[in-house]
């Protein structure tokens, strides 16, 4: 298969012919209320996607035609639609200072190496389940799925804490159950995503701890060029699951502040798998999220934002528990002001404070006539940031912070036991097993990064940071506390990352190659985790104190082609892992729960001494028409752990997206096809068993038949393919299923929303 596509897309390649005659036309950009240039403007040309930069002095030219339409773009202006002159003027008006985004595209002094924006995510899922499901399409992801409602992305080899997922340029909400029933993907809604900002790797120092990449998820934020009072409303239903979707927003824009309210509520029910299998999927959700915005001028904002996520009956199919509730909050304030003077650029300030309220339980299960567990536990997260940007020159930008991230949890689990060795109590146990300890994790770190532009064409990026790490438990279970002799002693650390780029761009091509040196602190579970099974497979987990940081030192280099109407970029990846954090057997340490139910032993967290990933991605894309677009994607990641000899686990088999989209003024439709191979790199110490490869196809298409009014449909999985995925777990604590959880069947969808 790999080579199929390899072969097709050479061939197309080779075949490009040549380009519709042109000539040189120059023009400028201004502010419009002080006709000062603009530099950095992006100007695109619409029939070719062809882009240019303007200089210092607000200038560019392009190889065009008079007539032309052209897009111009900056990030502290309005975005503007006009037609080519020679030497044209375009003034461009200031707009609403951006909070929530990290990356700027097209401008080399801001741009991070290595890094992608993605948008159309309305159009990419109907109706997602969870935001986890939003990375289902996207290049080198896959998604870890425990049922049908928490799931998480993985990239390449990284998951979990190795990838650093936020909301909003920095805020967090950090899963309290252990089995991560609710991580950070459960806590917004998914129709409230803008755009998803992913960085590749270690290639930035800005925004917290970058291990294995950073994930950026952009909250919509409606007020940049419309004032007044404006709303909407939106449902959908899907079929196979009798599943549905409700929402509502209401926005007031005035010059001095600005106030946006949005709402949600969501009830999916049990969905059929290809099969006709029923998979336990329940849930029902209600969110919303209220933003007051504040401008005391025209280079100030202040941002108040607020959010509640309620989920209720949540089923987990790939858990032994399920959640009847979770609850959480999310509070922040963000501060910006900019050009303080010819030097000082901007300083931002961030702030937030999350906190989560989860319950599982197992009243639903079938060793619920055994054993009544009931599990209620706490997530306090805080922190926040401060960064002061620093213009020295034209060709120099300094980035230098603060930031902040707390991490406290809380939780026990209560055990009633009523049977023991076959026989019915008559005066049921009970039985108190900690969780957490009273765990934290603090994390302070300082920054600073600077951007060089060496030419036109030339940027280059370095960076350094210094992360002062501190753990402790309060309340430590008697068995752990034994286990490391006696008292444990809090933990302290300072980890050092750093990285550095240089990125080329010229006439539609561009090529980046970085290095970065990313280093993570072991997180709650790997610290503290004390006997409860949180992994892919059937063994209790044991935390370590004690165990070092891991080291991510990755070398990426990447390539971007732009011609009239073909795109191709590829990417190439490296990594040597140091101090890797995984979870291996230790026949010293017995099970402790159901001590004779095989493993009877637990495994340890340690670090292992070398680690490696290495991999690709690969991207094609043709313009046939101005309305009609031909699209694949191919990505492939193989990691091994060197000192176990056998492949890392859950890492995503080789996979490539395809597509075909049709686009009009008020109408759209699009195919969609997923070709997954078989993944035969499997970790024999996680029990993991080869994946079968498979293929889907989507349908998906949308009309606004009226302004304001949209409708969208789609059939997935049009075959009713029978599939999972190689990162689905499997049931646990089922007496109807058993294996892994497989993926929805054919499912019929469809969306309206209006707009006033």
Not at 281 to 303: A, M, W
Not at 417 to 430: A, E, F, Q
Not at 654 to 670: H, I, R, S, T, V
């Amino acid at each position: 298969m790999k080579n199929k596509v390899l072969l097709t897309i050479i061939i197309l390649f080779i075949s490009l012919v040549g380009f519709a005659q042109s000539s040189k036309l120059s023009g400028k950009i201004i502010d419009e209320k002080n006709a000062t240039p603009i530099e950095y403007a992006t100007i695109r040309m619409l029939k070719n996607n062809m882009v240019v930069i303007s200089n210092v002095n607000g200038e560019f030219t392009l190889n065009a035609e008079i007539g032309d339409k052209i897009e111009v773009s900056h990030i502290s202006y309005k975005t503007v639609i006009t037609s080519l002159q020679n030497q044209i003027t375009i003034p461009l008006q200031l707009t609403q200072i951006e909070l929530n985004e990290i990356i700027v595209a097209a401008n080399p002094l801001q741009d991070i190496s290595q890094s992608v924006v993605i948008n159309d995510t309305e159009k990419r899922i109907s109706q997602p389940r969870s935001v986890g499901h939003l990375f289902k399409e996207i290049s080198g992801f896959g998604i870890t799925k425990k049922g049908a409602y928490a799931s998480e992305p993985v990239f390449r080899s990284f998951k979990y804490e190795q990838l650093n997922v936020q909301y909003d340029g920095g805020m967090k909400v950090l899963n309290a159950c252990p089995n991560r029933m609710d991580p950070i993907t459960t806590h917004i809604i998914p129709e409230e995503i803008e755009k998803i900002e992913i960085v590749k790797g270690p290639f930035t120092v800005r925004f917290g701890q970058n291990f294995g990449g950073i994930i950026n998820l952009v909250s919509k934020n409606p007020t940049k060029d419309q004032k007044g009072f404006h709303g909407s409303v939106e449902g959908g239903y899907e079929t196979n699951g009798d599943n549905l979707v409700t929402g509502a927003s209401a926005l007031y824009v005035a010059d001095k502040f600005d106030v946006y309210l949005n709402g949600s509520y969501r009830d999916f029910g049990d969905y059929k798998d290809g099969d006709g299998t029923v998979v336990p999927s329940s849930f029902k959700t209600t969110d919303y999220s209220l933003k007051v915005g504040i401008n005391p001028t025209e280079k100030q904002r202040l941002q108040l934002s607020w959010r509640q996520s309620f989920g209720r009956d949540i089923d987990h199919a790939g858990l032994p528990m399920d959640s009847p509730y979770d609850d959480s909050f999310l509070a922040g304030i963000d501060y910006k002001i900019k050009e303080l003077s010819d030097i000082i650029n901007s300083f931002t300030v961030k702030v937030f404070y999350s906190y989560v309220d989860h319950l599982m339980t197992n009243e639903n299960r079938p060793n619920f006539n055994l054993t009544d567990s009931q599990s209620p536990v706490e997530s306090w997260t805080y922190g926040g940031k401060t960064e002061l940007v620093i213009a020295p020159s034209d060709n120099v930008r300094i980035y230098t912070g603060i930031d902040a991230n707390i991490v406290d949890r809380k939780g026990d689990r209560t055990r009633i036991v009523k049977m023991m060795n076959g026989m019915v109590l008559p005066t049921p146990k009970v039985f108190t097993d900690k969780i957490w300890q009273d765990a934290s994790v603090n994390d302070i770190g300082v920054f600073a990064e600077s951007n060089f532009k060496l030419s036109n064409y030339t940027t280059v990026t370095t960076g350094v940071r210094a992360d002062f790490i501190s753990a402790s438990i309060a309340d430590p279970e008697a068995d752990f506390e034994t286990l490391y002799g006696g008292n444990i002693d809090d933990q302290t650390e300072t980890n050092v990352s750093a990285n550095v780029s240089i990125k080329y761009q010229k006439d539609g091509f561009q090529t980046q190659f970085a290095v970065g040196r990313g280093v993570r602190t072991a997180s709650m579970i790997e610290r503290f985790i004390n006997h409860f099974s949180v992994g892919v497979d059937p063994y209790e987990y044991v935390g370590n104190p004690n165990l070092k940081p891991e080291v991510n030192t990755q070398l990426e280099l990447s390539l971007l082609k732009k011609f009239e109407t073909i795109q191709i970029g590829a990417s190439f990846f490296h990594s040597f892992l140091t101090d890797y954090i995984t979870p291996v057997v230790n026949t010293s340490i017995p099970r402790k729960f159901m001590p004779t139910t095989p493993p009877v032993v637990a495994k340890q967290f340690i670090n292992i001494d070398e680690a490696a990933q290495t991999g690709f991605e690969f991207s094609f894309s043709y313009k046939a028409s101005e309305k009609i677009m031909f699209t694949s994607e191919v990505s492939y990641t193989q990691a091994e752990n060197k000192d176990l000899n056998e492949p890392l686990a859950h890492i995503p088999p080789f996979m490539a997206n395809l597509g075909a989209k049709y686009e009009d003024d008020n109408f759209w439709f699009a195919l969609s096809s997923r070709l997954v191979a078989k993944q035969a790199k499997i970790a024999p110490s996680f029990m993991e068993e080869e994946t079968p490869g498979f293929g889907t196809l989507d349908f998906r298409a949308g009309l606004e038949p009226f302004k304001g009014f949209s409708i969208g449909f789609a059939v997935l999985n049009i075959f009713d393919k029978t599939y999972y995925e190689h990162l689905n777990f499997s049931y646990s604590n089922s007496n109807i299923l058993s294996g892994k959880i497989y993926e929805p069947g054919r499912n019929f969808t469809t969306y309206c929303k209006y707009q006033f």
